[in-house]
Structures are given as C-alpha cells and as structure tokens.
C-alpha cells in the first residue's frame, strides 16, 4: 500500500507570495491533517479534514487554508508568506476513530527569502 | 492552556535500556501517542495508550497514568538505529485526530 504523498518535497518563496502544497493520503484514508514543524516550535497542528469538511482548526492565522477533494486528496494554501512560515510541512492520513495513529508523509521544506 | 514537557536531550549506550518521560497538563485528555522521528524523516507511530499501564511492543513499552498526567517511553536492547527524535503527543475529547506535540526528544545511541 503506497504511503502518504506530500508534493513538491522543497520550495523556495518570496515574501508576500502565495504557495500551494499538496498531499495524497493512503487509500481509504478519509482524515487528513496537516503540521507545521519548526526547530523551535517543534509539531503544531494547522487543520484537519474528513470528508471535504473542516473538522478542526489550530492557531494558526487566517493566511493558512486548506481543503480537501472528493478522492480525500489534500491542499493547502498560504498567502503573502512571511519569513517566519519557513518550516517543514507536514501531511498525515488516518482512519475514522480517536486510537487511529496518523501516517506521516516526508513533508514540503518551504523556505521563505 | 495545553503543556507538554519531554527532556531536550539524551544519551545512552548501545544495548542499554533507555526511559523517556513526558507529562502533559490538558483539559479533556483523552489518549497519548508515541512517534520516532529519523532526522530528515516522516515521523512513525510507535504506541498509542489509552488506559493507565503498561503496553509492550518488542523492543518499545509505553506507560501511562491519567491521574499523574504523565507517560514514558522504554527502549530496551538499544540500538544505533534508535538514535532519533521521540515525539510525546496527547489527543484532547471531541478533537479528534487533533494531536497536540512536545517539542521531542532527541536521543543519541552510542557505541
């Protein structure tokens, strides 16, 4: 069974524009939340969806969206990037339940200049 | 608010038997997750608990205790390849598949 598929692995920004990152759960996989990971920071939850509906939202500013498609398939946007968005980003799949773990993709290293 | 606190750093020696705390102070705890993350890597499920006590996997235990807010990850026989980031993430009632992370900790296995 293929895995989490995160797209593009790197990326390169200025500030004040806009990225898309995107994610391909594993198959049957209906939930998918995304992660931001800084050194600092360490793991913080962004958003989660199941079912092309937003379950649950982090603290992160309005500049941070997502969605998701009918095949489970996940995007998410951030505009005018900021110095401090450069981190690692991080995809997860799972299954409907609260003991479910999640399934991590490789992340997009986004690097804002 | 949420805390979860994991020591920064450890050493320990290969063969060795390594214990890696954390302690959380939440409201409407409902479970506590363990992951490994290889640096450059994805992060990987270790061990989900639940209920108070002790579950084993091979090599790898998880402890929980809801009352003292606190849980701790036991490597036994280490091996360099468990030289890694060791992630503690508790999950809160009615958020579900919303984990909330330590910072990690950061084990370093020697020869």
């Known amino acids: 069974k293929a895995g989490v598929t995160q797209t593009p692995r790197y990326l390169i920004k200025t500030r004040g524009q806009q990225v898309t990152l995107s994610c391909s759960p594993i198959s049957g996989h209906r939930s998918v939340s995304w992660y931001q990971q800084t050194p600092g920071q360490g793991l913080q939850f962004l958003f989660e969806?199941?079912?092309?509906?937003?379950?649950n939202k982090g603290n992160f500013p309005g500049r941070f969206s997502g969605r998701q498609f009918s095949n489970s398939r996940s995007e998410m946007n951030v505009s005018t990037l900021e110095l401090g968005d450069s981190a690692l980003y991080l995809c997860?799949?799972?299954?409907?339940?609260?003991?479910?773990?999640?399934?991590f993709g490789n992340g997009t290293r986004l690097t804002v200049t | 608010g949420q805390n979860i606190d994991q020591p920064t750093e450890m050493t320990a020696t290969e063969g060795a038997i390594v214990q890696i705390n954390c302690t959380y102070q939440?409201?409407?705890?409902?479970?506590l997750f363990w992951y490994q993350q290889h640096a450059g890597e994805a992060p990987t499920f270790l061990s989900y608990n639940v209920l108070d006590g002790l579950e084993e996997k091979g090599r790898f235990s998880s402890f929980l205790s809801r009352s003292k807010g606190y849980s701790y990850l036991l490597l036994k026989e280490l091996q360099m390849k468990d030289s890694a980031s060791y992630l503690c993430?508790?999950?809160?009632?009615?958020?579900?598949?919303?984990?909330?992370f330590g910072t990690g900790t950061l084990l370093a296995v020697q020869p």
């Open positions: 997860a799949s799972s299954l409907e339940g609260f003991n479910s773990p999640l399934h």
């Open positions: 939440t409201s409407g705890f409902n479970g």
């Open positions: 969806y199941f079912s092309e509906t937003q379950r």
């Open positions: 993430a508790v999950t809160l009632s009615g958020a579900t598949n919303k984990l909330i």
